[in-house]
Structure formats: C-alpha cells, structure tokens
C-alpha cells in the first residue's frame, strides 16, 4: 500500500467513508464499536477479505504509520477514540478477522 489515494483500496472506505469526518452519519456519538460494527455487517465476504489483504500488505511496511498519515492527511484521527494508529489498526484487524472467523467466512487469501 502506498499514500496515493488515486490508488483506492478496500481500506479507504473503512477509513474515509465509517471513521472519517463524517462518521456520524453512521451513529451520532461516533462509537468506535458502533462504526465498526455496521461495516463488518454491512461488507460483503469480498469486502472483508480485501480489507484483511489491506491490512496485511500495511502490516508488512515499516513506514505503515507514515503511509496512513499522508494517505489519510485530514480525513482520520484515530486520536478521536484515544487510540495511536497502530493500536486502530490492531484492534480493526482483530475484530475483522474474529467476525471472519464466527460468519465462517474464509481467512485464507490467493496468492495470485
């Protein structure tokens, strides 16, 4: 993953479009669990997978937390919840794979 955003990846509408300036559309308060939830329940298998591959590809970066920043400039504080960026994206990733694994949607991605 790399900070061009013309680039888009399943990440960005978790980011931009759930825990963006705009998160209250989805619940007022802005409720960390709140927001995740209603996209786990609302993405598709397809969708989840892509975020996990997301998540993973960051994951492998040493520069992640740079990448998030100026990919995201403006649009995520997860600061918001009291949360740096690595515990979000820990925590994002643990609740994805945890819902993943009780819907029985498969874990395992292509290596293509």
């Avoid at 888009?8 to 007022?28: A, M, P, R, S, V």
């Avoid at 298998?45 to 994951?59: P, Q, S, T, V, Y």
Wanted: aromatic share 10%; proline share 1%; glycine share 2%.
């Amino acid at each position: 993953m790399d900070t061009n955003i013309d680039k888009t990846c399943e990440l960005d509408n978790l980011i931009l479009i759930y825990f963006g300036q705009d998160c209250d559309i989805f619940d007022e308060n802005c409720d960390l669990n709140t927001l995740l939830n209603e996209y786990l329940t609302t993405s598709s298998e397809f969708c989840l997978r892509m975020l996990l591959a997301n998540l993973l590809e960051l994951e492998a970066q040493t520069d992640r937390i740079e990448v998030l920043q100026v990919r995201y400039d403006g649009e995520f504080a997860p600061q918001r919840w009291d949360l740096t960026a690595q515990a979000w994206l820990d925590m994002v990733k643990q609740r994805l794979l945890e819902y993943m694994q009780a819907t029985g949607y498969s874990t395992e991605l292509s290596r293509i």
